[in-house]
């Protein structure tokens, strides 16, 4: 059974995010601000954490940033706030999603699914190790080399050069990155793996030129593994 925390200072959010994981049979703990919610990861082990970002004491971000240096747990983050820019700071800390208020609980558990079944995949994948020129991609070990250097980048983005090397030489969608990445196919749109494409070059410096854009389409990786 998967253990969610969910963090919020408002109780009615808390307890309408508890009524629908206990449904799905997720075992739930609860946290009012970001320094408990920072207290509890140390002292406890989670699946998942829904963390709201304004909230008294420490704030959904600085928290999650804390919580990161000790665990990595994935993160679905809630915000009142929609602009673009909001989403792309908390994907740049490394947040898994992130869910606009008011909300439907319904999608919000459908996200959790999605993150937890990525995040299974992964774990059940074998070790394998790849080399292209400078660039060494360990995929079981969730770590990147560029020219020996190991590579600091967000989840998302260490997500999405995964599935592309998975599928080296392929051509991929936009829509399929979206479903295979992200979990999903409709709650996202095209720029969402445009900036993510964007991030994920900038962090492979000389080796972005693996990444080929395919005009009108999507993306793949494409290169000879040594």
């Known amino acids: 059974m ?17 009524e629908y994981a206990e449904f799905e049979e997720y075992e739930v703990d609860e946290a009012e601000n970001g320094m408990e919610a920072v207290e509890k990861c140390r002292a406890n082990d989670y699946d998942m954490i829904i963390m709201d970002v304004m909230m008294p004491k420490l704030d959904g971000y600085s928290a999650s940033k804390e919580i990161r240096r000790h665990k990595n747990i994935p993160i679905i983050m809630l915000s009142a706030r929609g602009e673009e820019y909001d989403k792309l700071f908390g994907f740049e800390i490394g947040v898994d999603d992130y869910v606009v208020k008011p909300f439907s609980p319904k999608e919000l558990m459908a996200r959790v699914k999605a993150v937890l079944k990525r995040g299974r995949t992964e774990n059940a994948s074998s070790r394998e190790r790849l080399k292209f020129e ?9 770590e990147v080399y560029v020219n020996g250097q190991k590579a600091s980048m967000t989840p998302k983005e260490y997500d999405l050069l995964f599935y592309l090397v998975r599928n080296i ?17 409709f709650f996202g749109d095209d720029r969402t793996v445009d900036t993510h494409i964007k991030m994920l070059r900038n962090s492979l410096g000389e080796y972005r030129k693996f990444i080929v854009t395919l005009r009108g389409m999507g993306y793949k990786f494409e290169a000879d593994a040594h």
């Open 169 to 185: 030489n392929l051509a991929m969608t936009r829509d399929k990155l979206l479903e295979a990445v992200w979990g999903y196919d």
């Open 134 to 142: 400078g660039l060494e991609i360990d995929l079981a070990g969730r």
């Open 2 to 18: 998967s253990r969610i925390l969910i963090v919020d200072d408002e109780v009615s959010i808390r307890a309408v995010v508890r």
